[in-house]
């Protein structure tokens, strides 16, 4: 049965005078240290962004009562700390433009809506177009966008060198700038606490997460999911949803199924912090990079695959120097900050570069994963999505085009439109 | 402060010497061999910066790389961050303080100080929510507050280099241990690299008092680096962080120039077959009340100051530890006249020898003693010590001015776990070390948790024998090993990470990020609990000094509120760089103009001299247009394509993917690689080819001629050239492996310059060409070889104008001789924006434009090509694709309602004028132009189910670039201009 | 960054290698396969965590096309070989 828990206080500026005036000897959990139950009606695998969002919304919008999420390390772990914070929904095709459109404007609300900051700052980002090929095809983009009622504005070279004056705008440079598209309302979020937050929230509303408690099998019956086999026991359940980034291939295997995905490194690193210098994001179309500055003053940057297949999780040092090399040819003015610390996130890179999200050939079996290098801006809008789908069994409109069986149909959604080349998206 | 800081002799510094330099702009004397931070406290200075969160006033803490407190500016605009123990002093050197405003000395921002008990760990996550919209307001308050150095402003003036090497034996540190593994390896005919961060060799050697084969360990050190620089098979490189360790025994060095040279920053990248750590071990702090005043130091950097630099840190001491090493803090301080108030231990017993050594010099040793607190301003003033087991309230006062810390030691086992090296935690030293290695490794000396000298040495002679030998190097048994001394360095300690009961609001785990105890404790009582979640969520060892000093502190604090033994708890990752490294060395000498090389066709001079106006396509510059004097972009263009349309045109088309594929089974090749069907293509004739991907979106589109039998020579387009390589390389290669044919390309050999135009076969006459048949009766589609203007060259009957045309394909260096023979006999050179002009005109399709990775040849109109049943790339896929496709955008024409109306490349298309929402774009304009010829703009589209829609309007929304209204247009067939191709023919 | 062992070359850094596909994705007899054959390699993926061969190419080299041996956690290389029987050693 159910345990009952007293439901956590909101966070308010009263709240955090108290805990002030009491030596902030107070705090209670931000969530429970639950145990694993015999069985629940959903089991989500994955205690990163993307599933504990998929456990909030079940609980809040679809009124789930019985919910797990089973991490098996610490909750965030995964992607949702090692990506580099962009919010965008900046996208060509209407299949991701919805997606995205869909995510952004749940985070829109989202300090709000769980009462935690996730310091979703909308300072815009900037897709860079150095040729004028780029610059039609940011056009495109751009135009594709606004007839969606999404905000997009071309930037002119001397528009862009008043937006971010720290940009070299110059042409002493390989590919000078000539211009880009902003969108307004993107920009970055604290990722940490989003994995926080949803956690926050979700358990307020009664989801169990289960730290620490790797899944090793998917039990199933007559092509139907039982439940989960555990690193901390047995956990039945009706309904399974994988969101495990990263690992999305192993997880799907415990259950028969091999997809279309193959896992390559995404390399990022942070300087020191300096003084605010660079406010907005600025992404590069010269070499898929981008760059921002975070609110404690880092210089953020990540850039292309490492184009091999690894799990390694470490840094690879001809990649972060081409990062450094394309950043400081944007930003000469860079050239004296220092790189602090280099790290890579595990990208389940799909065929077709758009994720997969949908039932599975395992009745009850869900899974939504494949999110390439754009998982983290998805975070609130997968969860939403995937929720509905686990509570319903159907793909709603959105979601639809993600299914996997858009391969067997030939129906791929492809953004770079660079084929099923899993590392050139 | 009367009394002078700097003894009167002792140390490595030159004390005849003088170097002047500056500091927040005051003017201060210092001496060569010091540092900018030895010369500071040489010179008083106790507040050295702020801190991150409260402003508080910081001191210099440390004496190496693990500094957290003193960051500096150093120059004017200069590079911020940079921390004042690793500077050596250099006269006329500037050093800034920074996170201050306006002053050092008054920092407005320390008020935040008051309000910490608001400012708990992670309240920004708790508040700045309301009103909803308001974050951004907060948020740039708080992006001022935090941050560290003001960022140059100036563009980097700069320049650093990169460079690689490649030996048997990699040396990382210059200590005891570093020194005598590379002497064995040395010895032992092994190519040696020795590094060290440090602009000096012998790391603590010189930092001691200790003695080895009856020298000092600074002489020994320095004797030894002599006789190892006189060898021809060792590099000593010094002032050069290992700051990665990479897969397959990569190490990446960053190598500062010698101070106050002209040098560069270099990065190295080195491989070396063998890895020797002996990265020694950094001090650890404890945490109690007050610990980050000014005047509180690691007890190692307080003798260090005194033994290496002969300063001070303090006229009145009192040390605090919890193992022996200190006492040689106590020793050496009172030796060089430091008035030394307590030595206060934590444990029962120290080692007899050291404790003897105390004694002897009449210093009161408080055994079973904690400090509490420490109390001060801009300058300690005294602290509190109380039995370790009595009361908490009961405390008494010591006067000091200097509290020496020490509460371990923790090896650096930083680039152990950087290559995939295990770690673990050992009881006895109370610190993280070494286990298993993943990669051909050694260590040697502290960094295992030995920390005696004699270990140090035996360890490090015994790495350099191991090492080598394992390289291949046959060793002599390692010399007999040096005797010395250095009193009370066993590195056992008794832990203790906290003072208990002393956790207040000041009692600091993580110096540089201003995290104490209570935000530690309090991100346990929240949840935070996981080492990763508590670094997350408290900012621990998330700072420049990547918690060199602070990690495990806060490691076993966590572990004490859990309940749980240290060794439980893990660690987390120790990750790339050990230090921060300068993103200029990062970068190196590629950057900016050099940033990727710049492709530049053979006839580029000819380009340059006709002024032409040049684009970027890849790495490759082409000629836009060629403006005449006063000519506007868009009348440039025009003329040019007027020129191809009536008269004759030439374009330098050399930057095309040219590839020549013979062998008896080329034939088969080509009918696998293009969609169209190639068998009963001729000799002599070249045809116009698609390439598909296995997924049956095209590829690439170019040109295929058959030369001969066994012989074909492919054009593809400019962009794709290098994956078509690939392509054919791999097809070849994987999927053709029975098949004898040869795929070379020969894009480099030949340049090639299209000839188009009414009046190009009269100008290719004029110009001289012998070939058979004569040019102007060569049949379109047609292909020769013969000379134009003496210069032997291969002709393509091809068009990708619509007009007449021909391409010339001559040797890459004659090709300037060719180019000016057909200007001179009346061809005009045309560019990009003209050659696009009038590919539209025709409904040629552009690679990127329509061929866009998302286009099968059936989408745009090549269906007939198709239909071919032998097996070639992206035949299934293709089929896959079709098998149910619904609505697939389809190329058509457009012509605007209104012919002067601007249609542009990217616009949407709308069914209904000012429709919008999702689901309203039934297609874009993929290319577009102004027709000079039809006097009025057209444009290709991709159109939803287009071809069925021929004659429908559609309304072109550009809303980016200012459309106010839907532009409407009807659906044409995609070619506007001489559908039939009666222009082609002779 | 691997330290690469090209039969041709000798040990190379791998920035002169480019990565084609997983050895899942080559074709066991191109002439042959049918149209399921074809997408289950060109899309599906084992994608385990352990020691995959996989094709490369020493594009920045001697230009051979190599079935390597390597575990994509750890990067330890077991074997490179040539992909076609020596064929690519000529070149």
Redesign the interface.
């Known amino acids: 049965m159910f345990s009952s828990h007293s439901r956590p206080p909101r966070y308010s500026a009263f709240n955090l005078l108290r805990h002030a005036l009491t030596g902030n000897r107070h705090w209670s959990r931000a969530w429970r240290n639950a145990a694993p139950k015999d069985g629940y009606d959903v089991i989500i695998i994955g205690g990163g962004g993307h599933g504990l969002a998929t456990a909030y919304y079940l609980a809040k919008l679809h009124g789930a009562k019985r919910i797990a999420v089973v991490e098996k390390g610490w909750i965030g772990g995964g992607n949702t700390g090692r990506n580099t914070t962009i919010v965008r929904s900046d996208y060509l095709l209407e299949e991701n433009s919805r997606l995205y459109e869909c995510s952004l404007q749940l985070w829109e609300q989202l300090s709000d809506e769980l009462n935690f900051n996730v310091m979703f700052s909308q300072r815009g980002t900037v897709l860079l177009a150095h040729n004028e090929a780029q610059l039609a095809g940011v056009a495109q983009l751009g135009n594709a966008m606004r007839l969606r009622g999404i905000d997009a504005e071309l930037l002119s070279r001397e528009e862009l060198r008043e937006f971010v004056p720290v940009l070299d705008c110059s042409s002493a440079t390989r590919w000078p700038v000539v211009g880009g598209l902003l969108q307004p309302r993107g920009g970055t979020a604290r990722h940490d606490a989003v994995a926080w937050g949803f956690a926050r929230a979700a358990d307020a509303l009664g989801v169990d997460i289960l730290e620490n408690c790797e899944v090793t099998g998917i039990g199933t019956r007559a092509g139907r999911v039982t439940g989960v086999q555990t690193s901390r026991g047995w956990i039945g359940a009706d309904k399974v949803g994988i969101a495990v980034a990263g690992h999305t291939s192993q997880v799907a295997a415990m259950a028969g199924l091999r997809l279309p995905i193959e896992t390559h490194l995404l390399q990022a690193m942070v300087t020191e912090p300096v003084k605010p210098v660079l406010d907005t994001v600025i992404m590069a179309g010269a070499y898929d990079g981008y760059v921002s500055q975070t609110d404690k003053g880092e210089i953020i940057m990540g850039a292309e695959l490492d184009m091999y297949p690894s799990y390694s999780q470490r840094g690879n040092l001809p990649r972060i120097e081409k990062i450094a090399r394309y950043t400081l040819s944007l930003f000469p003015s860079f050239g004296k900050l220092r790189m602090m610390r280099c790290w890579a996130g595990i990208n389940d890179m799909t065929m077709d570069g758009s994720p997969i999200i949908g039932t599975t050939p395992v009745h009850g079996l869900f899974v939504n994963g494949g999110w390439c290098y754009g998982g983290f801006k998805a975070t609130p809008g997968s969860g939403y999505l995937f929720a509905d789908l686990l509570a319903s069994g159907k793909p709603n409109d959105i979601l639809e085009p993600f299914a996997l069986a858009r391969f067997d149909n030939g129906r791929y959604i492809d953004e770079a439109g660079t084929g099923p080349v899993p590392f050139r998206h | 402060m009367t009394r002078r800081r700097r003894t009167g002799s002792g140390g490595q510094v030159d004390r005849r010497g003088a170097i002047s330099f500056c500091f927040d702009k005051r003017r201060y004397q210092g001496l060569p061999g010091d540092t900018l931070a030895s010369a500071l406290l040489a010179n008083g200075v106790t507040v050295v910066g702020r801190s991150?969160k409260y402003h508080r006033r910081r001191g210099i803490f440390s004496i190496g790389s693990e500094e957290p407190n003193a960051l500096v500016r150093i120059g004017n605009d200069?590079?911020?961050?940079t921390r004042a123990t690793m500077v050596p002093l250099i006269d006329g050197l500037e050093a800034w303080s920074q996170n201050r405003w306006p002053t050092l000395g008054f920092d407005v921002f320390a008020m935040l100080g008051a309000l910490a008990?608001?400012l708990?760990t992670g309240?920004?996550?708790?508040?700045?929510?309301?009103p909803?919209r308001a974050?951004?307001a907060y948020?740039h308050v708080?992006?001022?507050v935090?941050?560290?150095?003001?960022?140059?402003?100036?563009?980097?003036p700069?320049a650093y280099e990169?460079a690689f090497g490649h030996c048997d034996v990699m040396v990382v540190g210059c200590g005891p241990a570093g020194l005598s593994a590379a002497r064995v390896a040395a010895d032992a005919g092994a190519d040696v690299w020795l590094v060290d961060e440090s602009p000096w060799a012998g790391g603590w050697l010189n930092r001691e008092r200790a003695t080895i084969d009856s020298r000092t360990g600074s002489e020994w050190a320095a004797a030894e680096i002599a006789y190892l620089e006189s060898l021809a098979n060792v590099r000593v490189l010094l002032q050069t962080t290992a700051f990665?360790y990479?897969?397959?025994?990569?190490v990446?060095l960053a190598q500062l120039p010698a101070a106050g040279s002209a040098g560069r920053q270099r990065?190295w990248?080195v491989?070396a077959s063998r890895v020797i750590l002996a990265t020694g071990a950094i001090e650890r702090p404890c945490v109690f009340a007050g610990n980050d005043l000014p005047g509180v130091m690691l007890a190692g950097a307080a003798r260090a100051y005194v033994n290496q630099f002969g300063v001070r840190a303090g006229h009145r001491a009192v040390v605090f530890t919890n193992n022996d090493s200190a006492y040689r803090t106590a020793m050496d301080l009172h030796d060089a006249g430091v008035t030394v108030v307590a030595v206060v231990d934590c444990r029962t017993a120290a080692d007899p020898g050291v404790e003897e050594e105390i004694r002897q010099r009449k210093i009161p040793i408080l055994k079973e003693h904690v400090l509490v607190c420490a109390a001060g301003g801009s300058r300690l003033r005294h602290v509190r010590v109380r039995p370790a087991a009595g009361p908490a309230g009961r405390s008494s006062r010591l006067k000091c001015d200097l509290l020496a810390v020490s509460a371990g030691w923790s090896p650096a086992i930083h680039l152990h776990a950087?290559s995939?090296g295990a770690s673990t935690y050992d009881e006895a030293t109370a610190s993280v070390i070494p286990a298993d290695n993943?990669q051909a490794t050694h260590l040697a000396g502290a960094v295992c948790g030995r920390f005696g000298l004699a270990h140090c040495l035996d360890d490090g002679a015994r790495a350099g024998a191991a090492a080598a030998a394992k390289a291949g190097f046959s060793c002599q048994p390692p010399r007999a090993v040096a005797r010395s001394r250095l009193p009370g360095d066993a590195g056992e300690v008794a832990p203790l990470w906290a003072v208990p009961d002393s956790a207040s609001g000041t009692a600091f785990v993580d110096l540089q990020n201003d995290v104490t105890g209570?935000d530690v404790?309090?991100a346990c009582?929240?949840?935070?609990e996981?080492v990763?979640?508590l670094k997350?969520?408290t900012?621990l060892g998330?700072?420049?000094d990547?918690g060199k000093t602070s990690n495990i502190n806060g490691l076993a604090i966590l572990a004490g509120r859990r309940g749980r033994p240290i060794a439980s708890i893990g660690t987390t990752?120790f990750?790339?760089?050990y230090t921060?490294?300068?993103?200029?060395a990062?970068?190196?000498p590629?950057?900016?103009?050099?940033?990727?090389p710049?492709r530049r066709s053979p006839l580029h001079d000819v380009h340059a001299e006709l002024a032409a106006e040049f684009?970027?396509?890849g790495l490759w510059l082409r000629p836009?247009y060629y403006p005449a004097a006063g000519e506007s972009m868009r009348d440039a263009v025009e003329r040019e394509t007027r020129t191809v349309r009536t008269d004759c045109g030439i374009i330098d088309v050399s930057t095309l993917g040219k590839f020549e594929v013979q062998g008896p089974d080329a034939a088969r090749f080509m009918e696998r690689v293009y969609v169209n069907r190639l068998t009963r293509l001729a000799s002599g004739r070249s045809r116009y080819g698609l390439m598909l991907?296995?997924?049956?979106?095209i590829?690439d589109d170019g040109t295929v001629t058959r030369l001969d039998e066994s012989r074909y020579f492919l054009t593809t387009s400019t962009s794709h050239a290098a994956h078509v390589h690939?392509q054919l390389?791999?097809f070849l290669?994987?999927?053709?492996?029975g098949m004898e044919v040869a795929v070379t390309c020969v894009t480099e050999y030949w340049a090639a310059i299209a000839v188009a135009g009414p009046r190009a076969p009269a100008v290719l006459q004029a110009v001289g060409v012998d070939c058979s048949p004569r040019i102007e009766q060569l049949p379109f589609m047609a292909v020769t070889t013969g000379t134009v203007a003496g210069i032997p060259a291969r002709l393509l009957r091809i068009s990708f104008s619509g007009e007449w045309a021909c391409e010339i394909y001559v040797p890459a260096r004659q090709s300037t001789h060719v180019w000016n023979e057909l200007r001179r006999h009346g061809a005009l050179p045309y560019g990009l924006e003209a050659m696009d002009t009038l590919r539209i005109e025709k409904g040629f399709i552009g690679v990127?434009a329509e061929a866009?990775?998302?286009t099968t040849p059936i989408d745009l109109g090549f269906a007939r090509m198709t239909g071919k049943t032998e097996?070639h790339i992206g035949q299934?896929?293709l089929?896959?694709?079709?098998?149910?496709?619904?609505n697939r955008l389809e190329l058509v024409g457009l012509l605007a309602d209104d012919p002067g109306a601007a249609m542009?490349?990217?616009?949407?298309l709308?069914a209904t004028q000012g429709?919008?929402?999702?689901?309203?774009?039934i297609g874009?304009v993929s290319s577009a132009a102004y027709s000079p010829t039809l006097g009025r703009h057209v444009a290709l589209a991709l159109l939803a189910g287009g071809r069925s829609r021929t004659g429908d309007s559609v309304y072109v929304?550009?809303?980016?670039?200012g459309s106010k209204r839907d532009l409407r247009a009807s659906v044409c067939a995609p070619c506007f201009y001489d559908p039939d191709g009666t222009r082609l023919q002779p | 960054m691997h330290l690469i062992e090209c039969p041709w070359c000798g040990p190379r850094a791998q920035v002169e290698f480019t990565y084609h596909c997983d050895s899942e994705g080559l074709p066991r007899d191109w002439e042959s396969e049918h149209e399921t054959e074809l997408h289950e390699r060109m899309l599906n993926r084992t994608n385990a965590i352990g020691f995959h061969v996989e094709l490369w190419n020493h594009a920045g080299g001697c230009g051979s096309w190599l079935l390597i041996d390597r575990h994509n956690r750890t990067h330890d290389i077991r074997s490179v070989a040539y992909a076609c029987n020596g064929r690519s050693g000529g070149k």
């Open positions: 991150v200069g590079q911020p961050n008990p608001l708990s309240f920004y996550y708790k508040t700045f929510m309301w909803r974050w951004k948020e708080i992006r001022k935090a941050g560290l150095g003001e960022p140059p402003v100036r563009a980097d700069d990169h990665g990479y897969d397959h025994n990569l990446a990065l990248r491989r950087q995939g993943r209570g404790e309090q009582l929240e949840g935070y996981s990763e979640h997350r969520y900012t998330m700072g420049t990547q990752t990750r790339p760089p921060p490294v300068t993103m200029g990062v970068a190196g590629e950057v900016r103009e050099r940033l990727e710049v684009d970027h396509n836009a991907r296995e997924d049956g979106m590829f690939e390389d791999y290669e994987i999927c053709c492996a990127g866009n990775g998302r097996r299934y896929g089929q896959r694709v079709h098998r149910n496709a619904g542009n490349q990217g616009a949407q709308l429709q919008r929402g999702f689901g309203s774009s874009h929304a550009d809303p980016l670039r």
